[in-house]
């Protein structure tokens, strides 16, 4: 599903080698978080969060196979 993430994010994001992800499972409940560089979040985010809402519903989508739920944050570098 990482991959899955990556490969979304990295389609709108321009500074693609400052990208981190933080992965964080607690049983069933997988947390990524996407660490942006703030010129990249409103690339990623879309306006009025269009881009990010599109994400999360094709994570949750795909992730009904592995029985597992994911939550996808998106932030900026300053705010970890």
Known sequence: MLELIKFIVNRFAEKQDEIEYIVAEDGNLVSVTVVLDESDMGKVIGRQGKLAKALRTIVRSASA?????YNVEIKAKGEI
Do not use: L, R
């Open 65 to 69: 196979k592995e029985n597992k739920k």
